[in-house]
């Protein structure tokens, strides 16, 4: 995974008013939104080191409202206000000064950093005369300008000399950090990891959340055991899924608890950045998820002449998945970008269980042999475990290899034990969760009295 800074937004949503009230949002370039706030709150005959100094400031504080998505974790669809009591002075069609104008076009995609942090600086400032703060001072910038600082220089002054300027950072479209489905038991992917880093991260602040142990992708019952409490102590329905208002409470709190709004922030770092910004399945990814993709993709070309086939055994998203990927977007009308963001893994997820509900009847005697779509482990229950316990008492019987097994409907430390059985036998990781590979060999076991062949 490789890490990414965060982005320059190409468009920004401003809020004309406090953010509690009623008003018209606009949204508007970004460019255009940093040359009207530093039109609106500072001087065009000011030293130009000033200007740069107060433009980077105001570039880093809008950035931090956008990358930590402050107002949208607390249910506002907007990204930041124009109220300065809040966040920047921003006028609806206010005029641009040319020479403020000239330098944001050649500084808007820089901004302010701590060494050790990723997130964009909560760069908070005053004017210096009719009201001072923690943070750089307008007018005390004027000054140590005409003394010969460089902006950088000025910067350190009131933020410290722990901070560093991000130079030209990508300029791309706004995503919301919410992969636009309910995440749950058995699903899996980078999101998920974000969830438990935040949840435990809350548990230092709210100890009846659990802490969960384990990194991975996958969603265990520990990680809905923690989203439970986590729903029960902030008011939500305790579901232990994780919706869109659940995920965006999580933020909330995660973002209250490590003060990413403020200069003395605990900050972001860049391990956690890692997990943030790899929310894409594209040419060179690699990962569990790709052999989940592979299988429902198959299963889905197997019903559809349209979608090619691409192999359940690939690991890694090469030319032949990305081929499948544009060709599945082609068929269910998503832009072919052959990249699989969340829209296309929820169109991914829908196609595969719609498939299964409308196979034609002569393929109904395979069904309880069709993959269930999610990943399961320790814990979970229901009719899935049951087949899952099934075809496990199948090879039992036939061969006394693994384990063993009670066919209880409960995913218990005897099935687990079986199923690391079979990783270590098949140089599978030994996690103990049922992934589509891991099924395909149980169910080809299943019927033979000898394990299947290694692929």
């Not at 706030?37 to 030293?47: D, G, L, M, Q």
Request: aromatic share 14%.
């Amino acid at each position: 995974m490789a890490i990414r800074n965060p982005v320059i937004p190409t468009e920004i949503t401003v809020h004309l008013g406090p953010p509690n009230e009623e008003a018209k949002n606009i949204t508007i370039p970004f460019q255009e939104y940093i040359k009207n706030v530093a039109s609106s709150e500072i001087y065009p005959n000011w030293p130009t080191d000033a200007i740069k100094a107060n433009i980077l400031a105001q570039t880093s504080f809008a950035l931090n409202r956008i990358y930590n998505e402050w107002y949208p974790s607390q249910g506002y669809n907007f990204d930041i206000t124009s109220d300065p009591a809040y966040d920047q002075n921003f006028t609806e069609n206010g005029q641009f000064f040319e020479n403020i104008s000239q330098i944001v076009d050649e500084t808007f995609n820089n901004y302010i950093v701590k060494d050790d942090q990723i997130q964009p600086l909560f760069a908070v400032y005053c004017d210096g005369k009719n009201s001072t703060c923690e943070g750089l001072s307008q007018w005390g910038s004027v000054e140590l300008a005409q003394r010969g600082l460089s902006p950088l220089e000025i910067l350190k002054n009131y933020y410290g000399e722990d901070i560093k300027i991000i130079f030209n950072a990508p300029v791309e479209a706004n995503i919301m950090s919410y992969p636009n489905f309910p995440i749950r038991l058995g699903y899996s992917g980078d999101f998920v990891r974000i969830l438990k880093l935040q949840l435990n991260r809350i548990g230092e602040n709210y100890p009846a959340i659990p802490i969960i142990e384990d990194d991975t992708v996958f969603f265990t019952t520990d990680l809905e055991e923690a989203v439970k409490a986590f729903q029960k102590i902030f008011s939500l329905p305790q579901t232990g899924v994780v919706d869109k208002s659940t995920w965006y409470k999580i933020k909330y709190i995660y973002n209250a608890v490590k003060q990413i709004t403020d200069i003395y922030s605990e900050g972001i770092s860049l391990d956690e950045a890692t997990l943030i910004f790899d929310k894409e399945l594209k040419l060179g990814s690699t990962g569990p998820y790709i052999r989940t993709l592979n299988y429902l993709l198959d299963f889905i070309s197997y019903f559809d002449p349209n979608i090619p086939f691409v192999g359940l055994n690939e690991t890694t998203y090469n030319e032949k998945t990305e081929q499948v990927v544009k060709a599945f977007q082609k068929e269910y009308n998503i832009l072919e970008t052959g990249i699989v963001d969340s829209n296309t893994w929820k169109a991914i997820i829908e196609a595969y269980d719609q498939t299964k509900k409308t196979i034609p009847n002569e393929y109904l005697i395979y069904v309880d042999e069709f993959y269930p779509g999610i990943f399961l482990s320790k814990g979970m229950q229901g009719e899935d475990i049951v087949r899952l316990q099934n075809f496990l008492y199948k090879i039992c019987e036939k061969t006394h290899e693994i384990p063993g097994v009670r066919v209880n409907g409960i995913f218990d430390s005897l099935t687990e034990q079986s199923i690391k059985y079979i990783q270590k036998k098949y140089n599978e990781e030994q996690t103990g969760i049922v992934t589509p590979i891991i099924w395909k060999i149980i169910v080809e076991w299943s019927k033979k009295s000898a394990p299947p062949i290694k692929e």
